[in-house]
């Protein structure tokens, strides 16, 4: 008996012994093992080589057939560049998180009057670990272990959510609203969503009354009503059983005819799942909720984080990605104490867009004397001005049609 025998027989033998697993069991434990905590190495490494027993065994008694494995599982490399590639074409990772998608973004027409930004999203192909196009999609969510993504389809408000299998390419599920979403975001561990539900379509734009980018044609479009928000609340949804429970929120009103909630201003969990915040157009910047829609103070560990800023908490908490702090020759952004709003380091980079690790991000920068515009993906790490090309560099100015924007998920 060989190798592969024995351990297809010693797999066998492990699932018999086991019960039944739960719907979902294995996608839950699979994300859970990948949450970026400080964790023993040891306990994880003997957790993990659990969880992949009883994983594979059940493919392997129901069908005689291996697992399809995840390219981000057969590619473990601490650092996966292309600093060749814009847009990328194939897997850019770094330490814990990923590129799990990227879109880009044209004006649509919708009548002699109205328009709407489209987005094309390119998906990361979990079999080949390439961007694949997929037209289907106004929004595109990734859960941590990039297994699954949430997706919306292009009419917004949309009256179902769809949840992707990134190996297929094929939507599993459909969960059903009865109000329109037109925003979906996963919790930390993946096990829950939180979808921003409107009346109207928060993108719609309008025809504006003069030209806008000054090239002698008044054919630009503009945010339909800047002041009016169309927020109605959001879902908490059950990922595993698809079990929704909406909360209204409502809008304030503008003070003195300032804008606070902006026409598209989407919900996110706090980084430990308890709460939901919504960006602010004003100070303080950040509104946060409990999950039946009260309005809540700050969390203590989070009081000088910014929706403005994508990369949030370090994983353990401790650090937090500050706004861009360069000058007119440099680039360059802070990390702060997330509790006392402290500088405590200055870092290469325009904006921090995703942690690696405790120590390195995945930022946007450019190179010296370059463009502002033309940046590219880079990790950067605290305590050194020396960045790594994860990319190549974006060409054409801010907002310019077909330049592509990133989505991170931990893998």
């Known amino acids: 008996m060989n190798v592969d025998e024995l351990v297809r027989d010693s797999l066998r033998e492990q699932a018999a012994e086991q019960p039944p697993l739960a719907p979902g069991f ?7 093992r990948r949450r970026r905590r400080t964790r023993s190495f040891a306990t994880v490494a003997a957790a993990t080589a659990a969880v992949v027993a009883v994983a594979v065994a059940v493919p392997l008694l129901d069908s005689g057939k291996d697992e399809l494995r995840l390219s981000t599982e057969m590619n473990r490399s601490d650092i996966i560049a292309h600093p060749d590639q814009s847009p990328p074409r194939d897997l850019i990772a770094a330490g814990d998180v990923a590129l799990a998608a990227w879109f880009t973004v044209d004006t649509v027409k919708t009548s002699k009057d109205t328009a709407v930004p489209v987005r094309t999203y390119r998906v990361l192909d ?15 969510a990734v859960a941590p272990g990039m297994r699954t993504a949430a997706v919306l389809e292009k009419d917004l408000p949309a009256r179902r959510i769809g949840l992707l299998d990134l190996l297929t390419g094929e939507v599993e599920r459909w969960i059903p609203v009865d109000r329109g979403v037109a925003s979906v975001e996963f919790s930390p561990d993946g096990t829950r969503l939180v979808a921003t539900t409107y009346s109207k379509n928060p993108d719609l734009l309008a025809r504006a009354a003069n030209d806008l980018d000054g090239d002698g044609k008044k054919n630009d479009f503009m945010r339909e009503e800047w002041s009016k928000s169309y927020r109605t609340g959001f879902y908490i949804v059950d990922v595993d059983s698809g079990g929704t429970e909406w909360t209204e929120v409502p809008v304030e009103e503008p003070e003195n005819g300032l804008v606070i909630v902006n026409p598209r201003q989407d919900f996110s969990f706090s980084d430990d799942g308890k709460l939901v915040r919504s960006g602010l ?48 020759k440099t680039t360059a952004s802070e990390i702060v104490d ?6 405590l380091h200055k870092i290469p980079g325009q904006q921090l867009l995703a942690w690696a690790d405790n120590e390195r991000l995945v930022a946007w920068d450019i190179t010296a004397g370059d463009s502002e515009f033309h940046n590219a993906l880079v990790l950067v790490t605290i305590g050194s001005d020396k960045t790594l090309r994860l990319s190549g560099a974006r060409k054409g100015d801010d907002g310019a049609a077909g330049r592509w924007n990133p989505v991170f998920a931990t893998r």
Request: hydrophobic share 30%.
């Open 338 to 343: 997330p509790r006392t709003g402290k500088r």
């Open 281 to 328: 157009s004003t100070e303080s910047y950040d509104q946060y909720y409990d999950l039946k829609g009260a309005e809540v103070d700050k969390p203590a560990a989070e009081k000088y984080l910014t929706w403005l800023v994508k990369a949030g908490l370090s994983p353990n908490g401790k650090l937090a990605a500050g706004d861009f702090a360069g000058g007119a």
């Open 26 to 32: 294995a996608e839950r434990v699979l994300t859970v």
């Open 126 to 140: 979990q079999e080949t670990g390439k961007y694949v196009k997929d037209t289907r999609w106004s929004q595109v």
